[in-house]
């Protein structure tokens, strides 16, 4: 089964915090043993300051097996959607559209999404197994 991964779960890995760091390794060693790992373009944007440089980054990247998998417009069309919806039922603005844009991007590229955030993508993608 292929798994998206968000940016929380790879910043715990590079971060210095141990606890954290270890759980998200742990969880991402299963995700990579049932499959495929990918991360979006958006992901990949948001980890950029984690790391020294562009060859930093794609090798951790690589490192993991993770592939990068762009967003398109009928993903974007479908965030933008989900995002109305979030809005409408008064969502205030702290959650921006690159959430949902990563949450639309895993329903359609992949059949799990590791997270830690799970209350906010369960509500809003709730056909998404996320772990």
Do not use: K
Request: aromatic residues 10%; proline residues 5%.
């Amino acid at each position: 089964m292929t798994t998206a991964v968000d940016t929380n779960i790879l910043v715990d890995i590079v971060a210095p915090d141990e606890t954290i760091g270890q759980a998200s390794r742990e969880l991402l060693r299963i995700a990579y043993d049932r499959g495929p790992v990918l991360v979006c373009d958006i992901v990949y944007a948001e980890l950029v300051p984690a790391f020294t440089s562009r060859d930093t980054l794609d090798s951790a990247l690589h490192l993991i097996g993770a592939t990068v998998s762009p967003i398109d417009t009928d993903i974007a069309y479908i965030a933008g959607l989900r995002w109305g919806q979030y809005r409408r039922a008064g969502g205030p603005r702290t959650r921006i559209l690159a959430d949902f844009l990563i949450g639309a991007h895993a329903i359609a590229a992949a059949g799990a999404f590791l997270t830690r955030d799970r209350g906010f993508y369960s509500t809003y993608f709730p056909e998404l197994q996320v772990g």
